[in-house]
T-cell receptor
Framework: DQQVKQNSPSLSVQEGRISILNCDYTNSMFDYFLWYKKYPAEGPTFLIS?????DKNEDGRFTVFLNKSAKHLSLHIVPSQPGDSAVYFC???????????FGQGTRLTINP | GAGVSQSPRYKVAKRGQDVALRCDPI?????LFWYQQALGQGPEFLTY????????KSGLPSDRFFAERPEGSVSTLKIQRTQQEDSAVYLC??????????????FGDGTRLSIL
């Protein structure tokens, strides 16, 4: 059973516009959510996280939104830049279980 | 070093051979994790250490997989009698706090294992 799902395998966005990546989860015990960015042949790089006590967290061009009732989170990147082209993974965990559960990833391509 | 270091970056082995993958976490990080990533998928949890204690090994796919962290720093993931389905990227991650605190995990670049 896929507890964390990223239903869009790929997304293409024009440079300067907003990129919105989506993630859904099924386990209501999850209380900590993260987004990672991955370039080819490199490990995932931590981008931003959010605790379930919040519904929004912002860091520069990156904002994560959490809708607990819908079990949905999203990552907004604005403005999008060519260097943002990568695979993005959302991940979740809950207190007492340190392991991260990852989605399948979304490949973001930023077009000049 | 500044980040999580994994070696070797690439490993090719014949089916049936044993392999050992090394992870050097960020200095001072208490928690260490191993993940397996198949092509086109997200990483999947294998095992977790807090210092030298292996607190969760629920993700290890079989008893051929064994991990250790004897002194609470460097960790080794060993796979015995490798099989073709073991081919994957093995990722190591560390985080600064254990217990109930939420801290992001920081990943190494992984070891790409190919079993022929």
């Amino acid at each position: 059973d896929q507890q964390v799902k990223q239903n869009s395998p790929s997304l293409s966005v024009q440079e300067g516009r907003i990129s919105i990546l989506n993630c859904d989860y099924t386990n209501s015990m999850f209380d900590y959510f993260l987004w990672y960015k991955k370039y080819p042949a490199e490990g995932p790089t931590f981008l931003i996280s959010i605790s379930s006590i919040k519904d929004k967290n912002e860091d520069g061009r990156f904002t994560v939104f959490l809708n607990k009732s819908a079990k949905h989170l999203s990552l907004h990147i604005v403005p999008s830049q060519p260097g943002d082209s990568a695979v993005y993974f959302c991940a979740a965990s809950h207190q007492g279980a340190q392991k991260l559960v990852f989605g399948q990833g979304t490949r973001l391509t930023i077009n000049p | 070093g500044a980040g999580v270091s994994q070696s070797p970056r690439y490993k090719v082995a014949k089916r049936g051979q044993d392999v050992a993958l090394r992870c050097d976490p960020i200095s001072g990080h208490v928690s260490l994790f191993w993940y397996q990533q198949a092509l086109g998928q997200g990483p999947e949890f294998l095992t977790y250490f807090q210092n030298e204690a292996q607190l969760d090994k629920s993700g290890l796919p079989s008893d051929r997989f064994f991990a250790e962290r004897p002194e609470g720093s460097v960790s080794t993931l060993k796979i015995q009698r490798t099989q073709q389905e073991d081919s994957a990227v093995y990722l190591c991650a560390s985080s600064s706090l254990g217990g109930l605190s939420n801290q992001p995990q920081h990943f190494g670049d992984g070891t790409r294992l190919s079993i022929l």
